[in-house]
């Protein structure tokens, strides 16, 4: 195979997980939200289907000739244009990873939509860790956030990340993305406070617009700002 790879990136440095592995498993932009923040550009597929979108047994093969190598990463991340549980075999091949190569960390990076499911929390589990989003906490701002496909809504997300706290024995990472004048009124923190605690994560990270976003006003917000609300919030948080 050749060392030009299709599905995997890096290791690169990541402000969050250090030297990361990233896994795409997705051909382009396909996604189960369409976020006025999103760095990747508009999504071209809006869905909420799960199906094989890039051949699973290539992925593996990849993945066995790059680990191979005893590649230095602190995790191989699930990350890519779009949200990895759409594809349906996500779970197969975390269990390769965790079967054939344990001495290795998994991160699922995730926009929290499938996580209501069952079958997709289980496929989840030999994760080290899951980074949750959560965007909003009042449904209408989580439309004009998120703009997700259809059927999808702010419950589901709690509900979804609420059952895997209580079923995940990894660490969970809660990421909140905030913007100003969108989802960082005071109705919307003290939301915010309402759902970590029920949550309960291991952490919270905060951050906010870096690079480019899909619509111009989804504008970054400065560290100071970002600082000030984490003193409203509980739980252990990390400014980024």
Do not use: W
């Not at 860790?129 to 998120?146: G, M």
């Not at 949550?199 to 100071?224: H, Q, Y």
């Amino acid at each position: 195979m050749s060392a030009a790879y299709k599905f995997l990136k890096g290791p690169i440095k990541s402000r969050r997980l250090g030297f990361s592995l990233g896994i795409d498993l997705l051909p382009r932009n396909i996604c189960s939200e369409n976020c006025i923040y999103c760095e990747c550009g508009p999504t071209e597929v809006l869905t909420a289907e799960r199906k094989e979108y890039v051949p699973t047994e290539n992925v593996i093969a990849e993945l066995e000739e790059k680990l191979s190598q005893q590649q230095a990463c602190d995790y191989i991340t699930f990350s890519g244009r779009g949200e990895p549980t759409l594809h349906e075999d996500i779970g197969e091949i975390i269990d390769f990873i965790a079967t054939e190569f344990p001495s290795y960390r998994i991160a699922v990076l995730t926009n929290s939509t499938l996580l209501k499911c069952a079958g997709v929390r289980g496929e989840l589990m030999k994760a080290d860790l899951i980074v949750p989003s959560l965007d909003a906490s009042r449904e209408s701002t989580f439309q004009e956030v998120c703009r997700p496909a259809g059927g999808i809504y702010l419950e589901d997300i709690e509900k979804g990340i609420k059952l895997l706290s209580e079923e995940f024995y990894g660490k969970i990472f809660l990421e909140i993305l905030l913007m100003p004048g969108i989802n960082d009124s005071p109705r919307e923190i003290e939301g915010f406070k309402r759902i970590i605690r029920q949550i309960d994560p291991d952490r919270i990270d905060l951050n906010s617009v870096d690079r480019p976003p899909v619509e111009s006003n989804a504008a970054g917000m400065t560290k100071k700002r970002l600082q000030s609300i984490a003193g409203k919030l509980p739980g252990k948080i990390k400014v980024f």
